[in-house]
């Protein structure tokens, strides 16, 4: 199986790390820094168990590594226009492009969503572009459960977990999903092959949703967020939201904001990959993750106050400080 990640950062280069110790064709699509660190050092990996470094074949560009059977698309979310025209030489008649994005992905109501189904999502792919290039009928669904950064070009650090959920966005069983599942779980991740791949990925941003752009507004890490009372108290009322569009398009959470903050807090204090991202200068992952959240609201009548005080400040502390 021929495997090339595009965007070799924590997710990414975790993932990559894993395949190319198997009986994978694995490569990286990178540049710059990245590019020189990878092809120097191999794609370099820390964890508590100690560093490793896996050699890795990447180029910056794509025709030089040719058509793919898979393409991981690991890259943030407000990255994918920026990287189309270098997804497109890897695909074949046959290439499945799997979306690893936090939030909610372009492809989300392609055939899907009651009210919203065929909705294009403004907040998400604008022009429409995303979905021009990287059509339904390629993608495999993905979410991941891990926490690792990228403190540096081509260097990963894996703090904890080892999930990774797939499936088609039509719910159906299919080959390509059953053989990439096994190359996954050869290397090493926790593989689920979801039977509701939509339901996994609201679910995950459902945890994400507050977090993130809280941590990022703040400059605090997720422990004092979940310590003060009143803060807490705003982002469960965030995901009461949030879990009521659920519902309404066919995603239902059964559990309560509370039962998935005690979730969190088992996670420790740890600085969530937005914080990250704004005390690092990049860009943040805002409409994915929350704007799509409110034009989501909209489109199913479901009135998003707390979203949308969240999304407005996070969006104007990021655009007063360059980060959008």
């Known amino acids: 199986m021929r495997i090339c990640t595009v965007g070799a950062g924590a997710i990414g280069g975790f993932i990559t790390s894993r395949l ?55 890259v943030k979310a407000q990255s994918v226009p920026g990287v189309i025209e270098s997804v497109r030489p890897l695909l074949g008649p046959g290439t499945a492009v799997l979306s690893t994005l936090n939030g909610v992905p372009w ?5 899907f969503g009651g009210p919203c189904s065929g ?8 022009g429409g572009e995303i979905a021009a290039a990287i059509p339904v009928n390629r993608v495999i669904g993905g979410t991941v459960h891990l926490s690792a950064s990228s403190p540096a070009p081509g260097v990963v650090r894996h703090f904890a977990g080892n999930g990774i959920i797939i499936g088609e966005p039509d719910d159906r069983p299919s080959d390509r999903v059953r053989d990439l599942a096994a190359v996954l779980a050869e290397a090493g991740l926790d593989v689920t092959v979801s039977a509701d791949i939509h339901e996994d990925v609201w679910y995950k941003l459902w945890g994400n949703l507050t977090m993130n752009p809280v941590c990022a507004l703040t400059g605090a890490s997720a422990g004092p967020v979940l310590d003060d009372d009143l803060v807490r108290a705003f982002c469960e009322n965030v995901m009461l939201e949030a879990r009521e569009i659920g519902a309404r398009i066919g995603c239902p959470i059964d559990q309560s904001p509370a039962d998935r903050t ?6 420790g204090d740890f600085r969530p990959s ?15 993750l929350v704007g799509a959240v409110h034009e989501i609201g909209a489109l199913t009548g479901v009135p998003t106050p707390n979203v949308d005080a969240l999304y407005g400040l996070t969006r104007l502390a990021a655009r007063t400080r360059g980060r959008n």
């Open 274 to 288: 937005m914080l990250q991202d704004a005390d690092a200068g990049r860009p943040l992952e805002l409409d994915a």
């Open 119 to 126: 909705h294009h999502l403004k907040s998400v792919d604008p």
């Open 262 to 267: 005690a979730v969190t807090r088992k996670l």
């Open 107 to 111: 492809w989300f109501f392609e055939g």
């Open 20 to 74: 190319a110790r198997v009986n994978a064709e694995t490569s990286v699509l990178a540049r710059g820094a990245t590019l020189r660190a990878i092809r120097a050092d191999g794609l370099r990996v820390e964890s508590a168990s100690g560093a490793t470094a896996v050699p890795v074949k990447a180029s910056d560009d794509p025709a030089a590594l040719g058509e793919q059977d898979i393409v991981i698309l690991a």
